[in-house]
């Protein structure tokens, strides 16, 4: 029997179908009462909100403790209601109107999974081995600066989450903690993404601070070669009434000149987060200089995905930042598959962006990523609750892709295959 996947369906599965309008529970920055765990309502929400979930917009219990919290999205409104405006909108800001951020949620809802009934389960494992080391799952925390804008325990609460839950760690260039005292509350190699800047001599002196620090892996982020067009930040910014010397002595809001990263370098060079040649010889140059594991962060085509592999790197992640870069409406979901095609099984592919479910994990597993990051979520989560947080959002996601692993018939994470998922077609296509 031929079980088809994700490029074969539109063949044979094409009578299935999708609504035109999408049950997301919420949208990304006004949320939706009927599944707040906020416990507030309106009658314009719960009029919004699914016809089966109307019954839950009669003031839930309130959420006290991370570990009452059903789901990850339900840490976002936790999160919303934490923290100043100006925080928030930095952590939930994408570029232009947002529609990426939405996008790369969204289009895994698009995506449907061929779950087949007979097979053995008896010896069932979510391990990953990569790089010879073993990890519990093939979720990573991926790169999410200024964690201390959310709370006060900083990367030193998501270290701390993530050696708890043995779970791989990212910490970004812009950390509000030091990277060395972060190794030290993880206790295990962190992987370190950097920004290259367009100063060749705080790129080496980033690099080699890292490597000093134990970091097993320089992620290069590929994908900051402008400005940035925040304007859910913008407007964020502009109805937070506290003075911002408070936290940004001088009003400094520039992670070069703020982040203790970058301390001891000279910065004063510096004028953007990437060289404005980053060619292919410049990817050559970092390969030279990193003496560990090289990740390529950020890369969404098959071309580039193939320069990379060809200049060196040791693995590509699919990302395009969250969707905080550019508009580019193209779901890291919806890139991952060319990139696969294009590496040829070469390095490892992983991905990020708008993972909210185990199984979006799964999806991505099916696609070919071999590990699956998260940021925004961990955000919510340590926004809320601090470590605990963290903690929980890992846990969640975690027992949600083992569930659907069982429900799918994939023992391992080797089993999951293309043959797993299908494109659900639109109404009226």
Known sequence: MTRTGLTGHKKEFGGQRMNDKSLTRRDFLGGCAAFSALGSSTTAAADDAPSAARAFTRSPPPITAANQVVNVMDFEPLARNALPPAHYGYLATGADDDRTVVRNHEAFSQIGIRAFRFNDLTRFDTSLALWGSVWSSPIYLSAVSAMRAFHPEAELGVARAARACSTQYMIAGGSSDALED????????????????????????????????????????????????????????????????????????????????????????????????????????????????????????????AIAVEHGVDAIIVSNHGGRNEETLQATIECLPEVVAAVRGRVPVFLDGGVRRGTDVFKALALGAKAVGIGRPYGWGLAAFGQPGVEAVINILNRELTTIMKQAGTPTLASISPTHVLKLLPTGK
Not at 191 to 205: R, S
Not at 212 to 217: K, L
Not at 272 to 280: K, V
Not at 289 to 300: H, L, N, Q, T
Request: one cysteine or more.
């Open 182 to 305: 972060v190794a030290k509350a993880r206790g295990a190699p962190l992987w370190q993404q950097i920004y290259p800047t367009d100063d060749w001599a705080v790129t080496a002196g980033l690099i080699r601070r890292a490597e000093g620090a134990g970091c097993s892996a320089v992620a290069l982020t590929v994908d900051s070669r402008g400005a940035r067009n925040s304007e859910t930040l913008r407007r964020a910014m502009a109805s937070d009434n506290r003075q911002c010397e408070n936290c940004h002595p001088g009003n400094n809001h520039d992670q070069v000149r703020k982040s203790p990263f970058y301390a001891g370098l000279d910065v004063s060079k510096v004028k953007g987060l990437a060289p404005a040649d980053q060619s292919p010889a410049f990817l050559d140059r970092v390969r030279a200089a990193v003496k560990g594991r090289f990740i390529a962060k950020g890369v969404v085509t098959a071309e580039d995905a």
